[in-house]
Structures are given as structure tokens and as C-alpha cells.
């Protein structure tokens, strides 16, 4: 595709619930991060993969943060048994190639509300 | 202290006129800087991206790093309505992951 595609929009689940966010880089990228967007704040990273490996998950607030992109396109981040602290946006980056002076591309988020 | 600051406004300023955005950063072995500017509802996108001290121009927009004081700016000319939204300042740690300001909104009355 054209751009960074995520899926859902919008998420709405229960306390406790497991929920997974998906993500769809801009094809042949190799790089992709996940940041958390709490309103009314810039964006924090969560995490980073380089095709298949996942070289820092040092943003993730806890180990109910899973992600994985195993054949190093499509990315997934589940958070398991949700608390209200993880409402948020979740955005998805991606980059051409690895390095800190590559551009990073956005998605639009999944806005995740937890009731 | 955050490794990057910024005055989250709100901002207004009449159609036509020359915006001002700020933000100060902590950490003197940054190299890359960035402005994004996000529209309600959607994800950020890149404006601008500079390295090191210096301007970078693009249309009515200019990027300036200063180094020695730690601080970026972004200049927006003959500001426009749809100039309105929020504009992040970033930078970037040597692995790629962005660090961010937390925003300034900019309305712009026509």
C-alpha cells in the first residue's frame, strides 16, 4: 500500500480483556516502531524491529506489552489483561532501513479506550 | 527534566501572519531533528528534518537548529486555516527511536 496502514481505528474493550493492534509498514521497510499517544502528549516509543528481530522493547510498561512481526512485515502488538492506564493511541512507524537518520513514516493509530 | 520541551499552547494567530514554534532539548549527542505536524484524529506527519545546526527552507516553512543552545524553532509564513493543527518537535536516538515533545496546537483564524 501507499502508507503505513493500522487496524482497528478504534478499539473499545473491558478491563481484563486481551486486545492485539495490527500494523501494515509501507512495503519492503525494514524498520518499524510502535509508540503509546496519551491525549494531550507527544508520542513514546514502546518498541523496534529490524525486519523479523525485535532489537529493543525497552519502552514496553510491562510485560502484558507483547509485540512480534514474524516474517518481518506485518507487525502485531497484544496487551493482555488491560488496565484503564492503557487507553490510548497506538501508533506504527516505519523506516526504509535501519539507522537513526531514516525518516519515519505514521500510520493513524488505533485509539484504544478501556472501559 | 524531559529530554525534549515544549510549550503545548494553545496557539492562535490571525490568517496571514509568521508562527513561531519552539522547543528545547537535554542531550547534546543529538544529531537529527524533526518537526511533524498532526492533524486531529490522524497520525503524525513528517515537515521537516534537519541535521545538525543550521536552516532548512520549504515553501513556508523553515527549520532552525541551534546547537550551542539546545534549541530548534519551526517558522511558518503567510500562515494558512489549514495550518491548523499540532506540531511535534523530535529527535532521535542512535538506534531510530523518536523522542518527542509533547506538541503545540495552532489554530489559525481566518
Known amino acids: 500500500g501507499a502508507g503505513v496502514s493500522q487496524s482497528p481505528r478504534y478499539k473499545v474493550a473491558k478491563r481484563g480483556q486481551d486486545v492485539a493492534l495490527r500494523c501494515d509498514p509501507i512495503s519492503g521497510h525494514v524498520s518499524l516502531f510502535w509508540y503509546q499517544q496519551a491525549l494531550g502528549q507527544g508520542p513514546e516509543f514502546l518498541t523496534y524491529?529490524?525486519?523479523?528481530?525485535?532489537?529493543?522493547k525497552s519502552g514496553l510498561p510491562s510485560d502484558r506489552f507483547f509485540a512480534e512481526r514474524p516474517e518481518g512485515s506485518v507487525s502485531t502488538l497484544k496487551i493482555q489483561r488491560t488496565q484503564q492506564e492503557d487507553s490510548a493511541v497506538y501508533l506504527c512507524?516505519?523506516?526504509?532501513?535501519?539507522?537513526?537518520?531514516?525518516?519515519?513514516?505514521f500510520g493513524d493509530g488505533t485509539r484504544l479506550s478501556i472501559l | 527534566q524531559k529530554e525534549v520541551e515544549q510549550d503545548p499552547g494553545p496557539l492562535s494567530v490571525p490568517e496571514g501572519a509568521i508562527v513561531s514554534l519552539n522547543c528545547t532539548y537535554s542531550n547534546s549527542a543529538f544529531q537529527y531533528f524533526m518537526w511533524y505536524r498532526q492533524y486531529s484524529r490522524k497520525g503524525p506527519e513528517l515537515l521537516m528534518y534537519t541535521y545538525s545546526s543550521g536552516n532548512k527552507e520549504d515553501g513556508r516553512f523553515t527549520a532552525q537548529v541551534d546547537k550551542s543552545s539546545k534549541y530548534i524553532s519551526l517558522f511558518i509564513r503567510d500562515s494558512q486555516p489549514s495550518d491548523s493543527a499540532t506540531y511535534l518537535c523530535?529527535?532521535?536516538?542512535?538506534?531510530?527511536?523518536?523522542?518527542f515533545g509533547k506538541g503545540t496546537k495552532l489554530s489559525v483564524k481566518p
Open positions: 512507524a516505519s523506516s526504509s532501513r535501519e539507522g537513526g537518520n531514516q525518516p519515519q513514516h
Open positions: 524491529f529490524q525486519n523479523e528481530a525485535q532489537l529493543d
Open positions: 523530535a529527535t532521535v536516538r542512535s538506534q531510530g527511536n523518536l523522542i
